[in-house]
């Protein structure tokens, strides 16, 4: 079994170290861990945030365990050798179109949620986002017009055959929860969110297991706060779930909590290929400092041994051992505690 670690920028390589313990405290046997830059770490070393070296690294991986990217100092690069290219060129070189982020309240965390508690105890559902296409992959410019006015633009757009593959990918999602999926969209002014609908009804024929139901996406952002427990799979484009599954973080309360893993089609011997990261950025005003909690990286670890190694078993432990942590206090200052990244990763492996 083979995992790259990228570490990446600011808490990146922090979070990653106890993602590290706790992945050595599993102790499996046969597994083999390899390590390369990525963000501005890599433009730095290499002269580009996603060297050929790391992304061959990548692809002899059963899997990527990715840390965070982004650099202050990178902000006035030309937008190609900007850190962040580095995770939108893993998710391109590596066909990683399924995004799925899992948002669930942890007992005892109600009263940090910006909800009421009665309201935030409800929320367990998972985020299906498209990853490969929308306006962050389409067509993009700076120009002036004829009037000497500059204008932006960002072309959005989506074949029917990538709408098909995340759809299966949600409904078989959904088929393995509560049965719910509820495709969000903007089908009222956008023809791409029109194309969305309709290809995801379509394919909602071979799944009549699974209840489909459809949201404008500022109807699905409000009722994100005014009743969450209502959505067990949520399925929308790059676009709005990029933005949805940040603001369900706040729901749980701390984007420090959530995982993430971005799936594709190459199964390997052990299960589908992934990319695994926590959904919060590398926090640089922090970095160094060991203030960053590292439990959505232990998190995504756990996804990573559950989706792309078929380790059921070992994803749980790290699951619960997590969950435990939360219970018993053990609170970063995200969460209004006082420990420390090392503190809460000794915490964590005291509970596996």
Not at 38 to 62: F, I, N
Not at 96 to 120: H, I, Q
Not at 247 to 274: H, K, N, P, W, Y
């Amino acid at each position: 079994m083979k995992i790259a670690l990228f570490p990446g920028d600011g808490i990146g390589p922090e979070i990653m170290g106890e993602a590290r313990r706790v992945l050595d405290a599993i102790d499996l046997r046969g597994l083999v861990l390899f390590e390369g830059d990525v963000g501005g770490a890599a433009y730095r070393r290499y002269g580009h945030p996603l060297p050929p070296e790391t992304l061959d690294m990548a692809k002899a991986a059963d899997a990527v365990l990715f840390g965070a990217v982004g650099d202050p100092a990178c902000d006035n690069l030309e937008r190609h050798l900007r850190p962040e290219q580095a995770i939108l060129g893993l998710r391109s070189q590596l066909g990683l179109f399924a995004n799925l982020r899992p948002a669930t309240m942890f007992p005892g965390l109600e009263d940090m949620s910006a909800l009421r508690p009665e309201v935030a105890s409800q929320i367990d559902l998972l985020i299906v986002r498209e990853l490969n296409g929308d306006v962050y992959f389409g067509e993009k410019a700076m120009r002036v017009l004829d009037d000497g006015r500059r204008q932006g633009y960002d072309f959005m757009s989506y074949a029917e055959d990538e709408v098909r593959r995340i759809a299966h990918v949600a409904f078989r999602a959904a088929q393995g929860r509560k049965g719910k999926l509820c495709s969000v969209d903007k089908a009222n002014v956008l023809e791409t969110s029109q194309l969305w609908r309709d290809v995801v009804i379509e394919t909602h024929a071979e799944y009549p297991d699974v209840e489909l139901s459809h949201m404008y996406v500022d109807n699905a952002a409000m009722q994100l706060v005014r009743n969450p427990g209502q959505f067990d799979v949520v399925v929308t484009g790059n676009l709005f779930g990029d933005i949805l599954s940040d603001q369900a973080s706040m729901c749980v309360g701390s984007i420090g909590l959530l995982a993430s893993a971005a799936l594709g089609e190459r199964q390997t011997d052990f299960g589908t290929f992934g990319m695994y990261e926590p959904i919060h950025g590398s926090a640089p005003d922090i970095a160094g400092q060991g203030k960053a909690n590292p439990m959505a990286m232990i998190l995504s670890l756990a996804m990573l041994l559950r989706h792309s190694l078929g380790l059921e078993a070992e994803a749980a432990r790290i699951e619960a051992a997590v969950g435990k942590t939360l219970e018993d206090g053990v609170l970063g200052a995200d969460l209004g505690g006082s420990a420390g990244t090392s503190e809460v990763g000794d915490a964590v492996l005291a509970r596996l």
